[in-house]
């Protein structure tokens, strides 16, 4: 949901208003639309690190950082998918797989790159949580010694030392 937000923000509001204010010369709209819009990635790169952090999960930060790295890297994917095209021995299904990167990344193109950026901080989030949930299980392992209760007679209340009684 937060990706399919920030996709139509950047691609849809900002891009207009970027192509009004090409065409009439008054950047003013358009450097406003890309301060706001800049505040709203901004604000959905947090709203993913909450969501990741407050999950805690090995499982959901797996699908984080695939996903994210694959977002992240769309651009370097489908130029590294169209290179090996390029070569005798490309087999057919990567020109399929070269179509949908290619129509995946014209559909989320932006001013903003809000797609991309995203898609590094879901990766970051992902990478996070799979570190700390190693960690908290290695910690989990350890055995923990249990607590030692004092050794020795205790006092009972009429032991104690108190002040005179009269």
């Not at 901004?42 to 952090?53: D, K």
């Not at 984080?64 to 992240?72: D, N």
């Not at 070269?98 to 001013?111: F, R």
């Not at 790159?113 to 908290?136: N, Y």
């Amino acid at each position: 949901m937060i990706l399919v937000f920030a996709t139509w923000f950047d691609t849809t509001v900002t891009a207009g208003v970027q192509r009004e204010s090409f065409a009439t010369f008054d950047a003013t709209s358009y450097g406003l639309a890309f301060g706001v819009g800049s505040m709203v990635v901004a604000g959905l790169v947090l709203t993913v690190a909450i969501i990741g952090w407050r999950c805690r999960s090995i499982g959901l930060g797996i699908v984080y950082a695939v996903a994210g790295g694959l977002i992240a890297f769309l651009v370097y994917l489908m130029l590294a998918v169209g290179t090996s095209i390029g070569s005798p021995d490309a087999p057919p299904p990567l020109f399929d797989l070269l179509s949908v990167l290619s129509n995946l990344e014209a559909m989320t193109e932006g001013p903003l790159h809000a797609f991309s950026i995203i898609g590094a901080a879901m990766a970051i989030v992902g990478i996070v949580q799979i570190a700390d949930g190693m960690v908290r299980r290695r910690a989990s392992r350890r055995s923990r010694p249990l607590p030692v209760e004092a050794e020795g007679p205790r006092a009972t209340i009429e032991e104690v030392v108190g002040p005179a009684r009269g």
